[in-house]
Structures are given as C-alpha cells and as structure tokens.
C-alpha cells in the first residue's frame, strides 16, 4: 500500500516537494509525542511536523475546544465580521509581545506572516530595501524567497525587494567563528554598518532575523547580538522584525519569544507554527503604527478564522497551564548535555537552546560537511524508532524539534536511540 500511495504521490505532487527516507512512511495514527504508520510501526517523534505540533497529539483540551467551536456550525466567516476569539487571542498575544501599542494580523501560515511583515516595513519606510541574514530562511512565497539567506531553497532570483545579507546567524562556518562572543558581536555589528554604509541608499525598510535559524540547522549567535544591531538600526531608522515561526511560544526554554535572550524588544514578531499545533495560523504582532501604515484596503480571508482561533487559544491555556516553557528548559538541558556527552568523530557541534537542537556532522578529522551521514542518521534513527529532521546549508545538520510536552523518560529514550544511531552511522561502510 505505502508503494502504491508513493507512485500515486510522485504522479500528482510536485517532484520539488521531498519525502523523507528511502522507504517514505504515512502517518495514520498519533497520541502524546507518538505516530504509528500504515504500516502499523510506531515512532517517538523527535520533529513535531517541523515543529508544528508542539503540543503533541491527540491533546483532550486542543480536541474539545476546536470541537466545541465546529458544534456551532460556524468554520469560516472572513475578517468583514467580528471574531470574538480572534480579538481575545490578539489581546494576548499582543501583551505577550512586550512591544508597546501592539497590535495583531493573523494569517495561515509562516510564509504569509514573513510576506506580510515586509509588506508593511517597505511601506512603512517607503523603500524596497531589506536586509536579512545568511543561512536564513523565512518562507516559500516569492517575497520570503527573496530574502532566504540559504541557496539550497532559493527557487527563483526574482525579488519585489532589494535584499543585502550580513553575518552573524551562522557561527561553526562564519569567518569570524573563532572571536569570542564579544568580539563576534563586534565584528557581525561592524559589518552591518558596512552593508549600510556601502550597499545601501541608506533608507533601508527592516532587518529580518531568526532569533534561532530553523532550515539553517538551528544555528544561534551569541546571545546580545540583536540587542547590538538594534543599537545601529534605530540610529538609521531600520526597523527590526524578529522571525518567531519557529522560536516563539517558549521552545527555547529561556524566554517565551527566542529574541527576548539578546535583550531587546523588536519592532515587528512573526509567528506560526507551534501556536496552531497542526491547525493553519500565523500572524505579525507589531507597534501599532507600524501595521496601521497601509493606506489601502486589505484583509485575509482565512487568518484569524474561528476554529484555528479556538485551537490556539487552548494551546496558549495548555503552555501557560503545563509550564512548557520549563519543561523544554529542562528537557532541552538534558538532551543537550547528553548529546555532547558523546563523543563521536561525526559530530562537529551540538548547539541550540531548549528543544531546539543541532547536531553538525562532518567527515572524520575535517570540517567538511557530511551530507551522506545525515542521511543515514536519518535512516538509523527511523529503523530503531525515533523520527528527526535535517536541515543546513549543506543538509548535514540533524535537527531535534520534539514536542514541548516532552517526558524526561521520552528525552533518555530518544538520546539512547540517537547515540545508537551515531555509532551505527560511523561503523557503515
């Protein structure tokens, strides 16, 4: 049957949309942080849909609130309506954001809250200017596209903005890598100035960051960086938007939003993702006079729609109810530690905060990436029961992403599998 479904798959769906694995596998059941497939195999999973499910699976309180919400009748009425839910959320969301006067847009996805906070930046600045980081990724839409710092997801070189990248979000492979914090943050800060100063008309609309770079292999500045670019923004009247797609909710074990540990409060946030648990919203929080600036009509059909409104608010409740933000703290220190506690010839870095971690392969005694390992781990991992993800420049980085809801038993049983993995990975021929 899986076969079958592959060939009908490869018949119909775009070849640029990748499955993962030799054998690709379908999901047809969840619970917790577990997923069975058709085959009747069940995994630990370690991704959470990149990071989407952060509440796991089958969650009671997620199920009865989008439930209670369909028992009305009502799925869909467009933004020309009020939507009490998707008032109260924003009410939240905004006083969770710590930007002053904020105020919320929601839309279905990442890609279209990236797109549309860039929307507002060059209009609000008036220039099509836009700088944004290497090894970033904000999206797949044309406008995020245009301003992915990472050539492998890079489809098209046509942009609606003038785009100029500078360093700081990538560190094992930066020139500066070996500088201390400090004097990274100096030299990445020095160099923006130079891309200001040297590549630009000087107004420029924004800077767009990962506080934690995702598809980049969760690679991480030193915490302070963003709080010393702002420094140079604000005297050019940049505004700073902070990608949270992927950070935000209190992944990171350390704040509720990733960009919260450099100290500094943006002027825009993004956000998807993890706040919808498998239901599609996204959305911009911004200062107030930043997302009042179009002079045109505009909406979104489907942001902000009832039942993904009703969702996310039970996954704001079930984060704050359950501490999650400790638990990825706790769990993340102990997949961290044990992770770095083995010592493996194919492991070059294990980085990251909370549960967002990287592991860099490389080729034995060099730093090369090791693309061919990664996929193996893949492999490995998957055989023994654990799903994970990759990512990177290069597609030589694993990345862990598990649900926030993460027992301890869970984390030692994933790590077990992971180390078992890496020593199979090396043996291989």
């Not at 140079?232 to 992944?251: A, C, H, M, N, P």
Request: proline share 4%; with cysteine; net charge negative.
């Amino acid at each position: 049957m899986t076969d079958e479904l592959l060939a009908r798959h490869r018949a119909v769906m775009p070849s640029w949309m990748s499955l993962l694995y030799e054998e690709p596998i379908e999901i047809v059941h969840a619970h917790d942080r577990r997923m069975t497939d058709s085959q009747g195999r069940t995994y630990l999973d370690f991704f959470a849909g990149v990071l989407t499910n952060s509440m796991g699976y089958d969650v009671a309180e997620i199920g009865d609130a989008v439930r209670k919400q369909l028992d009305t009748g009502i799925l869909h009425t467009s933004t020309l309506y009020l939507i009490r839910s998707q008032v109260e959320l924003a009410e939240r969301i905004a006083a969770l954001s710590g930007i002053p006067d904020a105020k919320v847009f929601f839309t279905n996805s990442g890609s279209e809250a990236n797109d549309t906070a860039l929307m507002l930046a060059t209009q609000y600045r008036r220039s099509n200017q836009v700088l944004a980081m290497r090894n970033s990724y904000h999206g797949r839409s044309f406008g995020t596209v245009a301003i992915t710092g990472n050539r492998g997801w890079s489809a098209s070189a046509l942009s609606p903005v003038k785009v100029n990248y500078v360093h700081g979000g990538y560190r094992y492979r930066s020139p500066f890598r070996d500088m201390s914090d400090a004097d990274y943050i100096d030299a990445c800060v020095a160099d923006l100035v130079d891309v200001l100063n040297t590549a630009t008309a000087g107004d420029v609309a924004c800077l767009i960051a990962e506080p934690i770079q995702g598809v980049g292999g969760f690679s991480l500045p030193p915490d302070g960086l963003f709080r010393a670019m702002k420094e140079v923004l604000d005297s050019y009247g940049v505004l700073f938007i902070s990608d949270e797609v992927q950070t935000g909710w209190g992944r990171t074990g350390e704040h509720f939003w990733g960009i919260e540990a450099h100290g500094v409060t943006p002027d825009m946030m993004t956000f998807a993702k993890g706040l919808g648990n498998g239901l599609a919203v996204g959305g911009v929080v911004a200062r107030g006079d930043v997302l009042d600036c179009f002079q045109a009509q505009s909406f979104s059909t489907f942001g902000g729609n009832p039942v993904s409104m009703a969702g996310a608010t039970a996954v704001l409740d079930y984060i704050k109810d359950h501490d999650l933000q400790a638990n990825c703290a706790a769990r993340g220190a102990q997949l961290l530690s044990g992770l770095r506690a083995f010592d493996s010839p194919l492991v070059a870095e294990v980085r990251g905060k909370g549960l967002m971690i990287g592991v860099e392969l490389i080729k034995p005694g060099t730093t090369e990436p090791n693309v061919p390992a990664a996929a193996r781990m893949l492999e490995e991992t998957k055989k023994r029961g654990l799903l994970i993800g990759k990512g990177g420049l290069h597609g030589n980085v694993l990345r862990l992403g598990p649900p926030m809801t993460l027992t301890a038993e869970e984390a030692q049983e994933g790590l077990q599998i992971l180390t078992d993995a890496l020593e199979a990975t090396h043996a291989a021929p």
